[in-house]
Nanobody, 122 residues
Framework: QVQLVESGGGLVQAGGSLRLSCAVS????????MGWFRQAPGKEREFVAA????????YYADSVKGRFTISRDNAKNTVDLEINSLKPEDTAVYYC???????????????WGQGTQVTVSS
């Protein structure tokens, strides 16, 4: 079992930045793929970014490339998402998730956090 707890969301003006953090605990997750997803009101949950814990390979949705950066801290057991140049369309609940394999599809992730709200004002 893997436990995930997100933090760092909030209200920010367009053009601003936020850093989301996901605290990871539980069974060994060294070979997991850790992901960030988001869900805006009335929309389906969508993939944002992922990182392979062991190798550090990163993957991004086209819509966030160049603005979002995912990273992991082995010492702190956290997975962070740095968000820059925020846009109103980035407003959503952001979820941290863990996948025991290497895929990035939503259905492949078995463990989910409770989510953290990000609201971007124009």
């Amino acid at each position: 079992q893997v436990q995930l707890v997100e933090s760092g969301g909030g209200l920010v003006q367009a053009g601003g930045s936020l850093r989301l953090s996901c605290a990871v605990s539980g069974r060994t997750f060294f070979y997991y793929t850790m992901g960030w997803f988001r869900q805006a009101p009335g929309k389906e949950r969508e993939f944002v970014a992922a990182i392979r814990w062991s190798a550090g390979n990163t993957y991004y949705a086209d819509s966030v490339k160049g603005r979002f950066t995912i990273s992991r801290d082995n010492a702190k057991n956290t997975v962070d998402l740095e968000i820059n140049s925020l846009k109103p369309e980035d407003t959503a609940v952001y979820y941290c998730a863990a996948n025991r394999a290497s895929g990035t599809m939503t259905s492949e992730f078995s463990y989910w956090g409770q989510g953290t709200q990000v609201t971007v004002s124009s």
